[in-house]
């Protein structure tokens, strides 16, 4: 008989369980990638594991019956991850609550009183869009100032998020898949300002 998790659901009655320890963080953010594994890897053979996490099963990322996984979740909630080992003493269970966050850009959060133009070092938030090969694109800001700092995120059509703190980010993209938004948040010690700019399907396909 083949030494796999199936092995859990013939007589479960059969077995005495044991707890194992989930290694993962308890606070991850939306289209975040977290790493979970089992702290103590002690299974019969490397298929032998099962993780779950109930109504939320796409979160999971990677195959579910090996002794680490990754999560990538696309929305706000509170979940669960379970995990079951086949060991040679029997079955170990665990779980983990995990509290998935909208992600959140914490350079909100550093000035959060209002612009005062007349203080605010940032002159403009223009940039330039340079597409300097098939499906590639580079961002050169107007601004060259050292003391700034730099957030952008790049929005696909399918709803992935590619974030960059370089001063010019490159990102790729692609006919099927389009970059809808490009979100700058340009900082300074004196100020915060944002800039979101849309973009039409037809600007990608245009020649380069």
């Not at 796999?4 to 059969?14: A, K, R």
């Not at 040679?88 to 612009?115: L, N, Y």
């Not at 300097?132 to 700092?149: C, M, R, T, V, W």
Request: aromatic content about 8%; proline content about 4%; hydrophobic content about 35%.
């Amino acid at each position: 008989m083949k030494k796999t998790l199936s092995l859990v659901c013939i007589n479960l009655s059969l077995f005495a369980f044991a707890q194992c320890n989930i290694i993962g963080p308890g606070i991850i953010k939306t289209n975040e990638k977290a790493s979970y594994r089992i702290e103590t890897e002690n299974a019969q053979c490397t298929n032998c594991y099962k993780w779950a996490i109930q109504e939320n099963k796409d979160f999971i990322k990677g195959d579910a019956r090996k002794s680490a996984i990754d999560i990538i979740a696309n929305r706000e909630a509170n979940v669960v991850l379970s995990l079951a080992v086949l060991t040679t003493s029997g079955i170990e269970q665990c779980s983990r609550h995990i509290d998935i966050a909208v992600a959140d850009h914490k350079v909100f959060d550093e000035h959060p009183e209002p612009i005062d133009e007349k203080t605010c070092d940032i002159p403009n938030l223009n940039y330039t869009e340079v597409k300097y090969a098939l499906g590639k694109l580079i961002l050169i800001p107007e601004q060259d100032n050292p003391d700034f700092s730099y957030t952008w995120i790049s929005t696909l059509k399918n709803a992935e998020k590619i974030e960059s703190k370089e001063r010019n980010p490159q990102f790729s993209y692609s006919d099927e898949n389009p970059i809808e938004t490009i979100q700058l948040v340009l900082s300074s010690k004196k100020c915060t300002k944002l800039s979101i700019r849309t973009y039409k399907e037809e600007f990608w396909q245009q020649n380069q």
